[in-house]
């Protein structure tokens, strides 16, 4: 009786490891949609981003540029687009439109414990294959810090963590029409 048991077992485990060989297989055969759901035609190859452009005086000069470079990263990175300037399928434009400070969590005697820091991106999505799926849009996002921290001496990490979301905000926009 335990050789039955034990026999059984191990075709049910074959047939558990078969099962999910073919699921993986249907996933990764002819699909343009991954495991993050990322829905890119498979006409379109090539993307290109643009310099953004600071349109605020207070924040710092190279934010447009390291935003530009933030968002050309995210799409190298997560997706099988490659970077071209030449007749691109799908391009990026905009600007910072915003970088605002603001107090958050008021205290009594007149101080505040968070500080917030906001930046607002205007971008411009064009496809050069379907021109209606062409859209402009302004995407925010910001990232609080306690009141007693030296923002010039935070400012970098913070605009990097800001940027990070701004970035998966706009790529999922663009590319898995959440």
Request: charged share 25%; with cysteine.
């Amino acid at each position: 009786m335990p050789l039955l048991l034990l026999v059984k077992r191990s075709e049910l485990k074959a047939q558990h490891i078969l099962f999910f060989i073919m699921m993986t297989t249907l996933l990764f055969c002819g699909c343009s949609i991954s495991f993050k759901g990322i829905s890119i035609p498979p006409d379109v190859n090539t993307f290109y981003v643009e310099n953004f452009r600071n349109a605020v005086s207070q924040a710092p000069a190279d934010i447009n540029q390291r935003f530009s470079e933030a968002l050309r990263a995210k799409i190298r990175n997560e997706s099988r687009l490659t970077y071209n300037e030449q007749k691109p399928d799908v391009e990026f434009s905009g600007e910072i439109s915003g970088f605002r400070l603001f107090d958050e969590a008021p205290q009594a005697g007149n101080t505040v414990a968070l500080n917030k820091l906001e930046i607002t991106v205007s971008v411009a999505f064009a496809n050069n294959k379907d021109e209606t799926k062409n859209w402009k849009k302004s995407f925010s996002f910001f990232r609080t810090f306690e009141s007693d921290k030296d923002f010039v001496s935070i400012q970098d990490n913070l605009i990097a963590e800001i940027f990070k979301q701004l970035t998966e905000n706009i790529f999922n926009e663009s590319f898995t029409g959440w």
